[in-house]
């Protein structure tokens, strides 16, 4: 079992930059592939980036390329989701994902969340 912590989220105008962190405890986090999700109310739960074990792939929802940015250091076990050029509609709680499968899915081990707000 592995437990993830999310921080990172906040407030922050359109226009500028967060950086997300899911520290990992437990077993060892570089056995999982890791990704980020987002919800905002009223709708499921939307994947955003994932990264595998290694490191060595990456993968993106169309709307973030170019934007956001996922790495990994599992020395720490701690990924980050770098986020630049934020639109208001990326306003959502982001979560924290752990997962045997590529890319990962709702199976998943989840964290609690962190909420990001842009404004406009």
């Known amino acids: 079992q592995v437990q993830l912590v999310e921080s990172g989220g906040g407030l922050v105008q359109a226009g500028g930059s967060l950086r997300l962190s899911c520290a990992a405890s437990g077993r060892t986090s570089s056995t999982y592939n890791m990704g980020w999700f987002r919800r905002t109310p009223g709708k499921a739960r939307e994947f955003v980036a994932a990264i595998s074990r290694s490191g060595g792939s990456t993968y993106y929802v169309d709307s973030v390329k170019g934007r956001f940015t996922i790495s990994r250091d599992n020395a720490k076990n701690t990924v980050y989701l770098q986020m630049n050029s934020l639109e208001p509609e990326d306003t959502a709680v982001y979560y924290c994902?752990?997962?045997?499968?590529?890319?990962?899915?709702?199976?998943?081990?989840w964290g609690q969340g962190t909420q990001v707000t842009v404004s406009s």
């Open positions: 994902a752990a997962s045997r499968d590529w890319p990962p899915g709702e199976s998943s081990h």
